[in-house]
């Protein structure tokens, strides 16, 4: 909370709303806070509810590294129908009577999803394909051959609930991961098909909903606080100047601490200066450099 100028430059942590668009969200925090300058980090579905990270201001320039941290989802997985969009909200385009699986048939194939898998993105999703979004061209009725990309599952725990042919998946993965294509994926390993019931974000890094408001209630967040998933480093008043210009420092000019980067810098006040990653002979570099006010 005491990067300069807070209410300009931070994050907002929001509760999402099912219904809401990620667009919808930033608009709207846009503003509230009476700023053009609010971007967000990993869109949500419509349908789908909890947390989604906001960057204002400069602190817009930051959303990549909040991208980069694992998130943790809570879905149900729903057997026997199959939908356009692979969850509620789509078309029913199969029926199939999923009586003969039971939760252990589930998890048993779920649990071959842990680590680096390769997935394929839904037709209505966001990623581009020769310049057009995949739901652009689904929204035109067409379905055209998507490439796998590599994904991150760290882990995966399947349960039964007290509705029948509906068990509750909690899924804890990186960047770029679809839930709806992961349920659909472990049903058909196990014989039938399944979409999307519900699904709620629960985290973020470690940022999580008890963290988040909602979009009436939004408060804005330092980025250092925002930031707090990466190691810190507060440097001494003597290295303000230099940083500020993108200096390139020895890597034991900082104590790093052991730890791996990107490094986010800070000064003695908390307020964040740049975030520093790797680079060659030793050495370490700004990614990213904070202007402060002056």
Sequence with gaps: MNDASPLRNGFVVVDKEPGWTSHDVVARTRKKLDTRKVGHS?????PATGLLILGVGRATRLLRFITDLPKRYTATMVLGRETTTLDAEGQVTDVQDPSGICLEDLQKVGSNYLGEILQIPPMVSAVKVEGKRLYEIAREGKEIERQPRQ???FDLTIEATLEKDVYKIEVTCGSG????????????????IAHVGNLRRNSVGSLTEFDANPIEEIKVIGMTDGLRDYPQIVVSQGDVS???????FAKNHFDLKGLPGPW????????LLAVYKQHKGGTIKPDVVIPMDT
């Design 42 to 46: 990993g869109t949500l579905d419509p």
């Design 151 to 153: 994904v991150r599952i």
């Design 264 to 271: 986010v810098l800070s000064d003695g006040q908390g307020r």
């Design 242 to 248: 230099s940083i500020q210009v993108g200096k390139v």
């Design 177 to 192: 991961t679809y839930i709806r294509s992961l349920v659909s994926d472990i049903a058909q390993g196990a014989g039938t």
